[in-house]
Protein backbone atom coordinates (compact mmCIF):
# COMPACT_ATOMS: atom_id res chain seq x y z
CA UNK A 1 0.00 0.00 0.00
CA UNK A 2 1.06 3.44 -0.78
CA UNK A 3 -0.35 6.64 0.88
CA UNK A 4 0.18 9.82 -1.40
CA UNK A 5 -0.67 13.66 -1.13
CA UNK A 6 -0.84 16.52 -3.35
CA UNK A 7 -2.10 20.18 -2.03
CA UNK A 8 -2.97 22.04 -5.67
CA UNK A 9 -2.73 25.76 -6.38
CA UNK A 10 -6.30 26.11 -5.29
CA UNK A 11 -5.93 25.16 -1.65
CA UNK A 12 -7.39 21.63 -2.94
CA UNK A 13 -6.28 18.46 -1.29
CA UNK A 14 -5.83 15.04 -2.96
CA UNK A 15 -4.81 11.99 -0.79
CA UNK A 16 -4.85 8.52 -2.27
CA UNK A 17 -3.66 5.00 -0.86
CA UNK A 18 -3.16 2.28 -4.10
CA UNK A 19 -3.55 -1.14 -3.41
CA UNK A 20 -2.13 -2.90 -5.86
CA UNK A 21 -4.07 -6.35 -5.52
CA UNK A 22 -7.53 -4.50 -5.41
CA UNK A 23 -9.99 -4.37 -8.61
CA UNK A 24 -12.12 -1.86 -7.22
CA UNK A 25 -11.74 2.06 -5.99
CA UNK A 26 -13.49 4.03 -4.01
CA UNK A 27 -13.52 7.82 -4.41
CA UNK A 28 -14.85 10.71 -2.30
CA UNK A 29 -15.08 14.35 -2.27
CA UNK A 30 -15.35 15.56 1.32
CA UNK A 31 -16.31 19.10 1.67
CA UNK A 32 -16.14 21.54 5.16
CA UNK A 33 -20.05 22.35 4.66
CA UNK A 34 -21.92 20.98 7.61
CA UNK A 35 -24.67 21.69 10.25
CA UNK A 36 -22.74 23.58 12.40
CA UNK A 37 -21.32 26.24 9.87
CA UNK A 38 -24.82 27.18 9.14
CA UNK A 39 -25.90 30.84 9.67
CA UNK A 40 -29.37 32.42 10.24
CA UNK A 41 -32.17 31.64 7.76
CA UNK A 42 -29.72 28.13 6.55
CA UNK A 43 -30.57 25.34 9.50
CA UNK A 44 -30.82 22.26 7.17
CA UNK A 45 -29.33 24.25 4.13
CA UNK A 46 -26.04 22.11 4.34
CA UNK A 47 -28.34 18.57 3.91
CA UNK A 48 -30.51 20.16 1.48
CA UNK A 49 -27.92 20.95 -1.22
CA UNK A 50 -26.75 17.49 -0.58
CA UNK A 51 -30.04 16.11 -1.54
CA UNK A 52 -30.17 18.84 -4.76
CA UNK A 53 -27.01 17.95 -6.31
CA UNK A 54 -28.27 14.47 -7.60
CA UNK A 55 -31.15 16.46 -9.00
CA UNK A 56 -29.76 17.00 -12.54
CA UNK A 57 -26.74 19.55 -13.53
CA UNK A 58 -26.28 20.90 -16.75
CA UNK A 59 -24.75 17.60 -18.79
CA UNK A 60 -27.02 15.37 -17.03
CA UNK A 61 -30.68 14.60 -15.51
CA UNK A 62 -31.16 13.01 -11.99
CA UNK A 63 -31.92 9.80 -14.14
CA UNK A 64 -28.40 10.45 -16.03
CA UNK A 65 -26.63 10.59 -12.54
CA UNK A 66 -27.83 7.47 -11.29
CA UNK A 67 -27.15 5.09 -14.40
CA UNK A 68 -23.60 6.57 -15.12
CA UNK A 69 -22.71 5.14 -11.81
CA UNK A 70 -24.79 1.93 -12.16
CA UNK A 71 -24.17 1.32 -15.80
CA UNK A 72 -20.89 0.32 -14.90
CA UNK A 73 -22.23 -1.67 -11.50
CA UNK A 74 -20.54 1.00 -9.16
CA UNK A 75 -22.26 2.61 -6.11
CA UNK A 76 -22.86 6.44 -5.66
CA UNK A 77 -23.78 8.13 -2.77
CA UNK A 78 -23.52 11.18 -0.03
CA UNK A 79 -23.73 12.16 3.51
CA UNK A 80 -23.82 15.28 5.30
CA UNK A 81 -22.54 15.82 8.99
CA UNK A 82 -21.92 17.75 11.48
CA UNK A 83 -18.50 19.05 9.90
CA UNK A 84 -18.58 18.17 6.11
CA UNK A 85 -20.52 16.54 3.68
CA UNK A 86 -19.21 13.74 1.52
CA UNK A 87 -20.12 12.64 -2.10
CA UNK A 88 -18.61 9.13 -3.17
CA UNK A 89 -18.49 6.27 -5.00
CA UNK A 90 -17.28 2.51 -5.51
CA UNK A 91 -16.21 1.49 -9.09
CA UNK A 92 -13.97 -0.86 -11.15
CA UNK A 93 -10.53 0.65 -11.08
CA UNK A 94 -10.93 1.33 -14.80
CA UNK A 95 -13.94 3.43 -13.83
CA UNK A 96 -12.42 5.64 -11.34
CA UNK A 97 -12.44 8.69 -14.23
CA UNK A 98 -16.17 8.32 -14.57
CA UNK A 99 -16.48 8.05 -11.03
CA UNK A 100 -15.13 11.69 -10.58
CA UNK A 101 -16.46 12.89 -13.75
CA UNK A 102 -19.63 12.20 -12.10
CA UNK A 103 -19.01 14.26 -8.91
CA UNK A 104 -17.51 16.76 -10.03
CA UNK A 105 -20.44 17.34 -11.99
CA UNK A 106 -22.95 17.11 -9.35
CA UNK A 107 -20.71 19.40 -7.35
CA UNK A 108 -19.83 22.55 -9.89
CA UNK A 109 -22.71 22.05 -12.34
CA UNK A 110 -26.08 21.63 -10.61
CA UNK A 111 -28.70 23.49 -12.06
CA UNK A 112 -30.94 23.64 -8.81
CA UNK A 113 -34.30 23.69 -10.87
CA UNK A 114 -36.87 25.16 -9.28
CA UNK A 115 -39.67 22.32 -9.29
CA UNK A 116 -37.55 20.09 -8.18
CA UNK A 117 -36.37 22.00 -5.43
CA UNK A 118 -40.39 22.27 -4.46
CA UNK A 119 -39.89 18.40 -4.77
CA UNK A 120 -37.53 17.96 -2.38
CA UNK A 121 -38.35 19.85 0.81
CA UNK A 122 -41.10 17.46 0.32
CA UNK A 123 -39.12 14.59 0.71
CA UNK A 124 -36.81 15.52 3.62
CA UNK A 125 -39.71 17.22 5.49
CA UNK A 126 -41.08 13.60 5.35
CA UNK A 127 -37.36 12.84 6.68
CA UNK A 128 -37.48 15.05 9.70
CA UNK A 129 -41.05 13.02 10.75
CA UNK A 130 -39.37 9.37 10.13
CA UNK A 131 -36.82 10.85 12.73
CA UNK A 132 -39.67 12.35 15.22
CA UNK A 133 -41.20 8.57 14.52
CA UNK A 134 -37.79 6.77 15.88
CA UNK A 135 -37.23 8.07 18.94
CA UNK A 136 -33.17 6.38 19.88
CA UNK A 137 -32.58 8.50 16.76
CA UNK A 138 -34.77 11.73 17.74
CA UNK A 139 -33.26 11.49 21.61
CA UNK A 140 -29.72 12.26 19.97
CA UNK A 141 -30.89 15.32 18.61
CA UNK A 142 -32.30 16.57 21.63
CA UNK A 143 -29.14 15.93 23.55
CA UNK A 144 -26.67 18.05 20.94
CA UNK A 145 -29.21 20.79 21.42
CA UNK A 146 -29.01 20.62 25.09
CA UNK A 147 -25.28 19.93 25.02
CA UNK A 148 -24.93 22.96 22.90
CA UNK A 149 -28.50 25.37 23.15
CA UNK A 150 -28.41 27.68 20.89
CA UNK A 151 -26.10 27.18 18.63
CA UNK A 152 -25.35 25.56 14.72
CA UNK A 153 -23.45 22.52 16.25
CA UNK A 154 -26.58 21.63 18.37
CA UNK A 155 -29.29 21.85 15.94
CA UNK A 156 -30.30 18.66 13.89
CA UNK A 157 -28.79 18.14 10.35
CA UNK A 158 -31.99 17.79 8.54
CA UNK A 159 -33.29 21.53 9.98
CA UNK A 160 -36.68 21.96 10.42
CA UNK A 161 -39.86 21.74 8.47
CA UNK A 162 -40.25 25.41 8.57
CA UNK A 163 -36.72 26.03 7.38
CA UNK A 164 -36.25 24.11 4.65
CA UNK A 165 -39.33 25.11 3.53
CA UNK A 166 -38.14 28.66 2.83
CA UNK A 167 -34.95 27.61 1.57
CA UNK A 168 -34.56 29.00 -2.00
CA UNK A 169 -32.22 29.50 -5.14
CA UNK A 170 -30.71 32.82 -3.65
CA UNK A 171 -29.69 30.69 -0.07
CA UNK A 172 -27.84 27.98 -2.11
CA UNK A 173 -26.14 29.90 -4.06
CA UNK A 174 -24.85 32.12 -1.06
CA UNK A 175 -24.08 28.70 1.42
CA UNK A 176 -22.10 27.59 -2.04
CA UNK A 177 -19.93 30.88 -2.29
CA UNK A 178 -18.76 30.77 1.30
CA UNK A 179 -18.27 27.08 2.13
CA UNK A 180 -18.08 24.92 -0.94
CA UNK A 181 -14.53 26.26 -2.43
CA UNK A 182 -11.08 24.21 -3.05
CA UNK A 183 -9.15 25.14 0.02
CA UNK A 184 -12.24 23.43 2.01
CA UNK A 185 -12.16 20.58 -0.03
CA UNK A 186 -10.19 17.21 0.68
CA UNK A 187 -10.01 14.56 -2.40
CA UNK A 188 -9.58 10.85 -1.16
CA UNK A 189 -9.11 7.98 -3.67
CA UNK A 190 -8.29 4.09 -2.40
CA UNK A 191 -8.35 0.72 -4.08
CA UNK A 192 -7.30 0.32 -7.72
CA UNK A 193 -6.11 3.98 -7.75
CA UNK A 194 -2.81 5.46 -9.01
CA UNK A 195 -2.13 8.96 -7.70
CA UNK A 196 -0.90 11.14 -10.34
CA UNK A 197 -3.80 9.93 -12.27
CA UNK A 198 -6.26 10.76 -9.56
CA UNK A 199 -4.37 14.58 -9.62
CA UNK A 200 -5.11 15.04 -12.84
CA UNK A 201 -8.49 13.60 -13.30
CA UNK A 202 -9.50 16.46 -9.93
CA UNK A 203 -7.84 19.12 -11.71
CA UNK A 204 -9.92 18.68 -14.70
CA UNK A 205 -12.90 17.94 -12.87
CA UNK A 206 -12.95 20.41 -9.99
CA UNK A 207 -11.07 23.34 -11.26
CA UNK A 208 -14.26 25.20 -11.19
CA UNK A 209 -14.32 25.33 -7.22
CA UNK A 210 -13.41 28.66 -6.03
CA UNK A 211 -9.49 28.67 -4.78
CA UNK A 212 -10.31 30.36 -1.29
CA UNK A 213 -10.80 28.28 1.83
CA UNK A 214 -13.58 28.60 4.14
CA UNK A 215 -14.19 31.58 5.91
CA UNK A 216 -13.67 30.60 10.37
CA UNK A 217 -17.08 29.96 12.55
CA UNK A 218 -17.43 30.56 15.72
CA UNK A 219 -16.28 27.94 17.94
CA UNK A 220 -18.56 25.50 19.88
CA UNK A 221 -19.21 26.06 23.71
CA UNK A 222 -20.35 23.45 25.59
CA UNK A 223 -22.93 23.95 28.77
CA UNK A 224 -24.74 21.06 29.47
CA UNK A 225 -28.39 21.19 30.71
CA UNK A 226 -31.88 19.04 30.18
CA UNK A 227 -34.47 18.38 27.40
CA UNK A 228 -37.62 16.11 28.40
CA UNK A 229 -40.50 15.04 25.93
CA UNK A 230 -43.32 12.83 27.49
CA UNK A 231 -44.61 10.49 24.90
CA UNK A 232 -46.28 7.75 25.48
CA UNK A 233 -44.22 4.68 24.48
CA UNK A 234 -43.18 1.52 24.50
CA UNK A 235 -39.76 2.39 26.43
CA UNK A 236 -38.46 5.13 28.22
CA UNK A 237 -35.32 6.41 25.88
CA UNK A 238 -32.77 8.57 27.75
CA UNK A 239 -29.23 10.01 26.91
CA UNK A 240 -27.11 11.29 29.56
CA UNK A 241 -23.71 13.21 28.26
CA UNK A 242 -20.92 15.13 29.16
CA UNK A 243 -18.20 16.93 27.45
CA UNK A 244 -16.24 15.33 25.42
CA UNK A 245 -12.50 15.76 23.58
CA UNK A 246 -11.85 17.35 20.55
CA UNK A 247 -10.40 15.41 17.29
CA UNK A 248 -6.62 17.14 17.85
CA UNK A 249 -6.85 16.99 21.37
CA UNK A 250 -3.66 15.32 23.30
CA UNK A 251 -6.28 13.21 25.42
CA UNK A 252 -8.53 12.44 22.55
CA UNK A 253 -7.26 9.18 22.22
CA UNK A 254 -7.80 8.16 25.85
CA UNK A 255 -11.23 9.44 25.68
CA UNK A 256 -11.90 6.74 22.93
CA UNK A 257 -10.64 4.00 25.17
CA UNK A 258 -12.61 5.13 28.59
CA UNK A 259 -15.95 4.79 25.97
CA UNK A 260 -15.33 1.45 25.00
CA UNK A 261 -13.90 0.60 27.69
CA UNK A 262 -16.75 1.83 29.31
CA UNK A 263 -20.19 1.28 27.01
CA UNK A 264 -18.37 0.19 23.45
CA UNK A 265 -19.41 -3.66 23.41
CA UNK A 266 -21.17 -6.73 25.58
CA UNK A 267 -17.97 -7.20 27.82
CA UNK A 268 -18.10 -3.57 28.54
CA UNK A 269 -18.87 -2.30 32.37
CA UNK A 270 -22.07 -0.77 30.98
CA UNK A 271 -23.55 -3.32 29.00
CA UNK A 272 -22.42 -6.01 31.37
CA UNK A 273 -24.36 -4.01 34.94
CA UNK A 274 -27.18 -2.82 33.60
CA UNK A 275 -27.91 -5.72 30.53
CA UNK A 276 -26.80 -8.72 31.73
CA UNK A 277 -26.88 -8.62 35.60
CA UNK A 278 -29.78 -6.98 36.27
CA UNK A 279 -31.97 -7.09 32.79
CA UNK A 280 -32.86 -3.28 32.91
CA UNK A 281 -32.40 -3.01 29.13
CA UNK A 282 -32.44 -4.31 25.76
CA UNK A 283 -30.17 -1.42 24.38
CA UNK A 284 -27.44 0.21 26.33
CA UNK A 285 -23.94 1.90 24.79
CA UNK A 286 -21.50 4.28 25.68
CA UNK A 287 -19.92 6.78 22.86
CA UNK A 288 -17.69 9.53 22.41
CA UNK A 289 -18.30 12.03 19.37
CA UNK A 290 -15.15 14.34 18.22
CA UNK A 291 -15.45 17.99 16.27
CA UNK A 292 -12.35 20.34 15.30
CA UNK A 293 -13.20 21.82 18.80
CA UNK A 294 -15.14 20.17 20.96
CA UNK A 295 -16.50 16.44 22.02
CA UNK A 296 -19.47 14.74 23.29
CA UNK A 297 -18.91 11.72 26.18
CA UNK A 298 -22.33 9.54 27.09
CA UNK A 299 -24.54 6.90 27.09
CA UNK A 300 -27.96 5.61 25.79
CA UNK A 301 -30.42 3.03 27.31
CA UNK A 302 -33.61 2.66 26.14
CA UNK A 303 -35.91 0.61 28.66
CA UNK A 304 -39.23 -0.19 30.45
CA UNK A 305 -40.64 3.25 31.97
CA UNK A 306 -40.32 1.74 35.59
CA UNK A 307 -37.16 0.55 34.98
CA UNK A 308 -35.82 4.34 33.68
CA UNK A 309 -34.57 6.01 37.17
CA UNK A 310 -32.74 2.55 38.20
CA UNK A 311 -31.29 2.28 34.63
CA UNK A 312 -29.69 5.94 34.71
CA UNK A 313 -28.45 5.55 38.49
CA UNK A 314 -26.54 2.00 37.71
CA UNK A 315 -24.49 3.71 34.42
CA UNK A 316 -23.76 6.48 36.18
CA UNK A 317 -22.43 4.36 39.39
CA UNK A 318 -20.32 2.01 36.86
CA UNK A 319 -19.02 4.95 34.96
CA UNK A 320 -18.08 6.65 38.07
CA UNK A 321 -16.27 3.34 39.46
CA UNK A 322 -14.90 3.40 35.81
CA UNK A 323 -12.99 6.66 36.25
CA UNK A 324 -11.56 5.44 39.19
CA UNK A 325 -10.87 1.57 38.56
CA UNK A 326 -10.75 0.67 34.81
CA UNK A 327 -8.21 -2.06 35.12
CA UNK A 328 -4.94 -3.11 32.42
CA UNK A 329 -7.20 -5.91 31.13
CA UNK A 330 -10.42 -3.81 30.21
CA UNK A 331 -8.13 -1.42 28.72
CA UNK A 332 -6.22 -3.69 26.67
CA UNK A 333 -9.12 -5.22 25.64
CA UNK A 334 -10.47 -1.47 24.61
CA UNK A 335 -7.18 -0.73 22.35
CA UNK A 336 -7.72 -4.00 20.85
CA UNK A 337 -10.83 -2.88 19.75
CA UNK A 338 -9.69 0.46 18.53
CA UNK A 339 -6.77 -1.60 16.52
CA UNK A 340 -9.33 -3.87 14.88
CA UNK A 341 -11.11 -0.71 13.77
CA UNK A 342 -8.25 0.96 12.09
CA UNK A 343 -7.18 -2.57 10.34
CA UNK A 344 -11.14 -3.16 8.93
CA UNK A 345 -10.20 0.53 7.47
CA UNK A 346 -7.59 -0.43 6.19
CA UNK A 347 -8.79 -3.28 4.06
CA UNK A 348 -11.92 -1.75 2.77
CA UNK A 349 -11.26 1.40 0.61
CA UNK A 350 -14.46 2.88 0.91
CA UNK A 351 -14.20 3.09 4.61
CA UNK A 352 -9.99 4.34 3.96
CA UNK A 353 -11.21 7.46 1.99
CA UNK A 354 -13.42 8.34 4.59
CA UNK A 355 -10.50 7.70 7.26
CA UNK A 356 -7.43 9.66 5.19
CA UNK A 357 -9.66 12.67 4.39
CA UNK A 358 -10.50 13.03 7.80
CA UNK A 359 -7.20 13.15 9.04
CA UNK A 360 -6.57 15.25 6.36
CA UNK A 361 -9.11 17.63 7.76
CA UNK A 362 -7.90 17.14 11.31
CA UNK A 363 -3.94 16.53 11.22
CA UNK A 364 -3.29 18.69 7.73
CA UNK A 365 -1.59 15.13 6.83
CA UNK A 366 -2.74 11.35 6.40
CA UNK A 367 -1.60 9.42 9.96
CA UNK A 368 0.68 6.02 8.75
CA UNK A 369 -0.64 2.86 10.04
CA UNK A 370 2.55 2.06 12.36
CA UNK A 371 1.69 5.89 13.72
CA UNK A 372 -2.12 5.08 14.39
CA UNK A 373 -1.22 1.69 16.33
CA UNK A 374 1.75 3.94 17.75
CA UNK A 375 -0.86 6.11 19.59
CA UNK A 376 -2.97 3.59 20.42
CA UNK A 377 -0.04 1.41 22.00
CA UNK A 378 0.69 5.04 23.85
CA UNK A 379 -2.17 5.35 26.03
CA UNK A 380 -1.79 4.28 29.51
CA UNK A 381 -4.46 3.16 32.11
CA UNK A 382 -4.04 5.79 34.46
CA UNK A 383 -4.69 8.96 31.00
CA UNK A 384 -7.62 6.97 30.39
CA UNK A 385 -9.09 6.78 34.08
CA UNK A 386 -7.83 10.80 34.53
CA UNK A 387 -9.52 11.62 31.06
CA UNK A 388 -13.18 9.88 31.77
CA UNK A 389 -12.82 11.28 35.38
CA UNK A 390 -12.44 14.85 33.43
CA UNK A 391 -15.37 14.26 31.18
CA UNK A 392 -17.92 13.07 34.29
CA UNK A 393 -16.68 16.14 36.30
CA UNK A 394 -18.18 18.52 33.35
CA UNK A 395 -22.00 19.84 33.42
CA UNK A 396 -24.32 16.74 32.36
CA UNK A 397 -26.42 16.87 28.85
CA UNK A 398 -29.59 14.90 29.86
CA UNK A 399 -32.53 14.01 27.12
CA UNK A 400 -34.73 12.15 27.65
CA UNK A 401 -38.64 11.03 25.47
CA UNK A 402 -40.85 8.87 27.06
CA UNK A 403 -42.12 8.86 30.76
CA UNK A 404 -39.85 11.89 31.36
CA UNK A 405 -40.79 11.70 35.23
CA UNK A 406 -39.15 8.81 35.85
CA UNK A 407 -36.19 10.30 34.79
CA UNK A 408 -33.49 12.00 37.36
CA UNK A 409 -32.86 15.49 36.09
CA UNK A 410 -29.93 16.98 35.35
CA UNK A 411 -29.04 18.07 39.46
CA UNK A 412 -29.25 14.83 40.59
CA UNK A 413 -27.50 13.62 37.80
CA UNK A 414 -24.41 15.58 38.54
CA UNK A 415 -25.19 15.16 42.81
CA UNK A 416 -24.48 11.30 41.95
CA UNK A 417 -20.98 12.22 40.44
CA UNK A 418 -20.12 14.57 43.03
CA UNK A 419 -17.20 12.48 44.39
CA UNK A 420 -15.50 11.85 41.09
Known amino acids: MSVRTTRLPSGLAVVTEATRHLKTAAIGVFVAAGSRFERAGEHGLSHFIEHMAF ?31 SYFARVLGIDASLALDVIGDILTESVFDGDELEREKNVIIQEIGAVEDTPDDWVFDLLTATAWPDQP ?40 VEHDHIVDLVQSRLERLPPASAPAEAPAVYRGGETKLSRRLEQTHVVVGFEGRPAGAPDHDAAQVFA ?28 HWDFIDTGLFGFYAGSADRDAAEVVAASLDCLAEAAHGLGEAEIRRAKAQMKVSLVTALEQPQARVHQLSRQMQVYGRPLSFDEMLARVDAISVEEVRKTGAAMLRSPPALATIGAVGKVPGQAKVAGALKGV
Open 55 to 85: KGTRRRSARDIAEAIENVGGDLNAETGVERT
Open 153 to 192: IGRPILGTREGVGAFDRVAIDRYLGRRYSAGATVVAAAGA
Open 260 to 287: AAAGGGMSSRLFQEVREKRGLAYSIFGF
